[in-house]
């Protein structure tokens, strides 16, 4: 139901939160690091109370917009703080000493998901302050496992997978809470480079960034993560039991939909299939879902790179998979993974026994993050589709791990004839 437009005008003049009169300092300062919760101080981006802000930005990420506009058409009160009776984790998870190290830490608020207990005096006061993680129990069936249980790949043993095909899990869903300061050095930028070009580039959507450089935290509109879990969460963080990790980064062609031009939902559901069998052994599986689609270009410029790459010269050729990305997009990759293995240090994980996936990329950023890795695992050949075998050569003359196959990139000539409306 829509208010009338009457009752949906806001009281008052608008107040510029950048704006410095009225509140130059924020309440309670957030120190980033800092190993007791009390002294690190919450993060709060307040909508209902604009003078306690410690933080650039917004709660729930690309989702805020959504929330603007249920304000706007009257559904949602703007003053509204959620009651977080009974939303506490089911599973115990951290501290772990990585969360007062800020090199290890820096895209995620590794007490995001126990503000409702270790600040409750402060949200008693009538402070504003949301959780960033969420933890919980579900169950997940995905069809191929029931495959893989025909074939005797997998046992179903009653508590992690049941003869249904269900699998018990925990998930976390994690909304990115940016360090300014430690993403810069991550980076190895200036802090003042980086507020000013994220002010630029979102159109001076947050002056903030530029004009109160006392503000150290910025929530940004982007997409989280979500962790899933098989196995004993509270001991995936000992070196000593094998632990199965797959960081998958978001596909809604293949993931959901199943298209074939890539590996990415066989990729992920190997990863879930081992996943299972490290728990049903006693030691852990882990997924990272990363909202990250075709690469963090998003997916029109994914679909404009299928168009280019079918109607180029030659057809769909491994040679010049990443230079038509480029053509398009400007450059081949934003994902950046120099930021994925915050979610790891968040669950104080030091080692992966086995690492489901090819990508030099995010094995490299595991290494310098001080992550060991053990065994790194390839997807299994009958498991890639016909149509993406230009996406896999592609990748192992780039340098993607391969140990049984090396590929020259100037010998491919792969070509795919198939036309671009059947994708």
Known sequence: MVQDESKKKSKGHIVLSSHPSGHT????????????PKERGPVIASLTNIKNRNAVGTHSGSYSVYRALAVAAGVLDPEHVPDLTDTTPPVTIGPHPQWSDTRKIVSLDPWGHLVASVFAEEIQAGYDIRPTIAVTKAHINIPELHTAIQKGRLKPDGKILKE?????VTKAALEPVWYLPGIAERFKISESLLRRTLFEQTAGMFPELVTRSDFDVFLPPIGGLTAYFFGDVTTIHDPKIELTCRIHDECNGSDVFGSDIC???PYLVHGIELSIESAQKGGAGLIIYNRKEGRALGEVTKFLVYNARKRQKGGDTALKYFERTECVAGVQDMRFQELMSDVLHWLGITKIHRFVSMSNMKYDALLRSGIQVGER??????LIPPDAQVEMNAKRAAGYYSPDRIVDINELAITKGRDLNEE
């Open 263 to 265: 590996t990415c939902r």
């Open 377 to 382: 695992v390839t997807i299994p050949d009958e």
């Open 25 to 36: 300092a924020a309440p309670l300062k957030i120190k980033w690091g800092a190993e007791n």
């Open 164 to 168: 249904s095909g269900d699998v018990a």
